[in-house]
């Protein structure tokens, strides 16, 4: 059998790992990398952050849509966002995938290249430092990510105050626009993902790049929270949806302007998985680069949930963005 064709089921754990660590980015904090129970890392800070994300073949990605190297970069990407968003500096990935037991070694090969690729580009000195190998019918990558606060407080969802500036860094609604043409045109006539179909949508439509691999502004987490970010989130599920969350977390309302939106202002506030970090600063503040205004927080004087987000002086009641439970057609693609 040549190495093409060694599945995860004929090569075995030990060799599988072997072959994929060799891919997988160093980590600049590492004391022990893998090969130990556990790894160790340096915190200087005496705090770290921690968070964690699934991507699930199905409602999370299609194989027909996305290469396995899309997909490791991916999956990296919305673990260092989550991480930029507390105003901290992603330092380490631990990533346990569960995989059928016909997957070629080539697959994770290709995914942990993703990984390498995503840490670079995004997050230099970033890297995995450990994980987990196991069996799955549906591919599984499950992704633990931790920043360094550097001796900053975190930048919560729950600091923002009346008569703050509402700012964004990074694209909004992008992602959701690729996304948009691989459902309409990336499907055969049953409504499976076709892999020719998505290669020349692709060729067309620039934005699947963005929803295949996310570009999140990584280090203006860190320049946010030195800026005095008093709020901060990764907009990972929609802007609507995730600005209600800062909304309510920090009992305000958010005012959002359509003029700062973009040409699709309605596919900004529905679309996610561009990984934009949406934060909220001091009237005073200076913004840092690439923050762009987009909105003001204004009083909760109902104290109610109801109309958290407004655009345009109006309350928002168009689509809320990303669920898990809802949509979800049962097709893995």
Known sequence: MS????????????????????????SSATIVGPGDDAAVLAAPD???????????????FRWAWSSPTDIG????????????????RPTALVVAIAAPTDTPVGVLESVADGFRDACKALAPGCGVVGGDLSVSDAFTIAVTAFGDLEGRRPVLRSGARPGDVVAVAGTLGRAARGLRALFAD???????????????????VPEVAVQRRPQPPIDAGVAAAVAGATAMLDVSD?????????????????????NALGDDPALALAGGEDHALLACFPSDAALPAPFRAIG???????????????VDGHPYDGALGWDPYSGWDGAAG
Do not use: C, H, Q
């Open 73 to 88: 970069w991916k999956a990296a990407a919305t673990n260092l966002a989550d991480v930029a968003a507390m105003g901290a």
């Open 46 to 60: 005496g705090r770290y952050v921690v968070t964690t994300d699934m991507m699930i073949a199905g409602p999370d």
């Open 3 to 26: 190495r093409d064709a060694d599945t995860v089921a004929s090569v075995g754990e030990i060799a599988t790992l072997r072959r994929i660590f060799p891919r997988l980015p160093a």
């Open 296 to 310: 003001v927080v204004l009083p909760n004087a109902s104290g109610e949930r109801g109309a958290l987000v407004s």
């Open 238 to 258: 929609g802007l609507a949806l995730d600005a209600s969350r800062i909304a309510e977390a920090s009992a305000v309302r958010i005012e959002l302007r359509s």
């Open 186 to 204: 990336a499907v055969d006539t049953d409504g499976t993902p076709d892999a020719r179909l998505a290669a020349e949508v692709a060729a067309r």
